[in-house]
C-alpha cells in the first residue's frame, strides 16, 4: 500500500542517514583476493539474488565448504544440484545478468558480498572445476565478479545467529511441514508432510545424510 511518508528520491534518503564511514567506501575492491578466496573456502553457505524489471528473487545454496570454486580473481563458479526444479533465479538471470551473493562461514560474523553479473554455462572444464566428490552437475553458474567486500557483523550479532542459547528446539521452532500444508491448502497431515521431506532429504538431494552419487 503507499505510504504518505514514503521515501521516494536519493536525496531524500541521504537526508536521513549518515554519510558513511571511509572505510565503509574504500573496503569495495573489483577482484577476489587472497582474503576473499580463503573466506570462500570456507564458505557451505551463501544466498543469491537475482532480479528482472518486473521480479527480484533471494535464493539459498549450499555445499561442503568450498562448493563455491574461484576459477580466477575475477571469476567464481559453482555447480548447480539437485533441487526443486522451479528455476527462478535461473531464469531471472536468462532475463538479467545482475547478480549478488552473501556468503557464510559458520561462527564468523562478518559475511562475504559479491556483486556482478552471472551465466549459466555447461563448459566440460568448468562442470569438472565444480564438482564435488566426483559429482559434476549438469549446469554450472559462473560470476563475473564486479565488486566484492566484507560485510560488518553487525546483522548477525544482533540476530544471535551462532548462540546456539538462542536457536529455538521442539514445538518453539517454525515447523517447514505445517508453513507448506498451509500454503499448498492439502489434506495431508503435518506428520505426513514431514515424512515426505524426510525422504526427499535423504534419498533424492546430494548432501550429508543424501544421497553421494
Not at 535464493?59 to 575475477?74: A, E, K, N
Not at 511441514?177 to 526427499?200: C, M, P, W
Amino acid at each position: 500500500m503507499p505510504y504518505d511518508t514514503a521515501i521516494t528520491d536519493q536525496s531524500q534518503l541521504r537526508s536521513v542517514y549518515r554519510e558513511p564511514m571511509q572505510v565503509a567506501l574504500d573496503k569495495v575492491v573489483t577482484l577476489i583476493d587472497e582474503g576473499a578466496a580463503h573466506f570462500i573456502t570456507h564458505a557451505p553457505f551463501m544466498v543469491i539474488s537475482t532480479s528482472t524489471p518486473t521480479r527480484a528473487d533471494a535464493s539459498p545454496r549450499g555445499g561442503p565448504p568450498g562448493f563455491v570454486r574461484v576459477l580466477d580473481q575475477h571469476h567464481i563458479a559453482w555447480g548447480d544440484l539437485t533441487g526443486n526444479n522451479r528455476l527462478d533465479s535461473f531464469g531471472n538471470l536468462l532475463k538479467s545478468p545482475n547478480i549478488g551473493l552473501v556468503l557464510l562461514v559458520p561462527g564468523v560474523l562478518e559475511t562475504l558480498r559479491i556483486c556482478g553479473s552471472a551465466e549459466l554455462v555447461q563448459d566440460p572444464a568448468v562442470l569438472e572445476a565444480c564438482a564435488i566428490d566426483g559429482r559434476v552437475a549438469k549446469t554450472a553458474v559462473v560470476v563475473t565478479v564486479e565488486e566484492c567486500y566484507i560485510q560488518c557483523g553487525a546483522a548477525l550479532r544482533r540476530g544471535s545467529l551462532w548462540d546456539t542459547d538462542t536457536w529455538p528446539v521442539g514445538d518453539t521452532a517454525p515447523s517447514g511441514a505445517a508453513i507448506l500444508k498451509a500454503h499448498t491448502q492439502t489434506d495431508d497431515s503435518v506428520d505426513a508432510i514431514e515424512t515426505r521431506l524426510g525422504n526427499y532429504y535423504d534419498n533424492y538431494i546430494w548432501g550429508p545424510g543424501g544421497r553421494q552419487d
